[in-house]
């Protein structure tokens, strides 16, 4: 059955759009706020570019980044690869030279405060999280900071994160490339937010999620730097970094690829410990599950979707 094509306002052509798709679109829209009317959204910094005279040669050399503190004017400085859905993974790796010398440095407003980021690269669902330390947040994730006191910061990530907001945003703006995905500015100012009286439902679960988040990365990183303080020089691959989702058979193999290698006695000793933070792990994955599931019904409900525009949504 060849597929309806619906036209977008600034004609912007639908391909991949059926009318029941489309029909879902314009209820998720109707009586929702934009997020621009409520929250100022910008890009992170741009560090160099040849229209304010920076030379390939000077580019090259990358001055204002750096892995370390090289003077008072390099701060915290956060990536997209430092970014995942309800989590920063930051450690004390990365440094900017924050001032007027960037080729695009932004207002300082967009660094400090509570603020949402979302990665313009994003996964299955939007890479969206809250912050509130101070950080200088580089071009590839977008800052969205709330101006309004009628609307909670944490209520707004809950949405983002959402299944449903991550089929709007692809069916609205027709982002279907499974390797390269890409949410640009205008796409994040415009996503519909709907407004409700009891917000505290929301801000709960979105509490959940971040706390649940930083402890299974605290987990993750812990058992990682009980590996290298006993083998130095050790790099992970991802598949290491993401241990948990191993069985310690490949937990072994990895680490041999890694040039580790185990005497069985030491197997032994860390086969237990292994177990035993899988488990752990395992237990917190069961609850972010949990709850993003959760948050998943209270925004269809929120939107008012019916069971059969659910199925569309967790279909696509």
């Known amino acids: 059955e060849q597929n309806n094509f619906c036209i977008e306002p600034q004609f912007l052509i639908n391909i991949h759009s059926d009318e029941a798709t489309q ?41 204002f980044f750096s892995n370390q503190i090289s003077d008072n004017s390099f701060v915290p400085y956060l990536r997209g690869k430092n970014l995942s859905r309800y989590n920063i993974d930051w450690n004390n790796d990365g440094f900017v030279s924050y001032g007027k010398w960037l080729a695009e440095p932004r207002e300082p407003k967009y660094f400090e405060g509570d603020r949402l980021l979302l990665r313009q690269i994003p996964g299955d669902k939007l890479y969206c999280t809250f912050l509130d330390e101070k950080f200088v947040i580089d071009q590839s994730v977008f800052i969205a900071r709330n101006e309004s006191l009628r609307i909670d910061t944490k209520y707004v990530l809950s949405i983002l994160a959402s299944s449903l907001m991550a089929f709007y945003f692809r069916n609205k703006f027709s982002e279907f490339d499974e ?71 490949d937990f072994i193999k990895e680490l041999e690829k890694a040039k580790v290698k185990l005497s069985l006695p030491d197997q032994a000793e860390w086969l237990s410990y292994f177990e035993a933070e899988k488990a752990k792990a395992a237990a917190l994955q069961a609850i972010i599950s949990q709850t993003d599931k959760e948050i998943d019904a209270m925004v269809y409900a929120l939107y008012g979707l019916t069971e059969e525009e659910i199925q569309i949504v967790e279909s696509n």
């Open 179 to 249: 390797l390269f995905p890409k949410l640009k500015l205008s796409h994040f100012k415009k996503l519909p937010i709907k407004d409700s009286i009891d917000q505290q439902p929301f801000i709960a679960k979105a509490d959940t999620m971040l706390s649940k988040n930083k402890e299974l990365h605290t987990l993750k990183q812990s058992l990682l730097k009980v590996l290298a303080a006993k083998h130095e020089g050790l790099t992970p691959s991802k598949k290491l970094a993401d241990w948990p989702s191993l069985n310690f058979k």
């Open 23 to 63: 029909e879902l679109i314009n209820k998720i829209e109707s009586g929702s706020i934009l997020l621009e009317e409520y929250f100022s959204v910008a890009r992170g910094v741009g560090l160099y570019h040849k229209r304010v005279g920076h030379t390939k040669e000077f580019i090259e050399k990358d001055p």
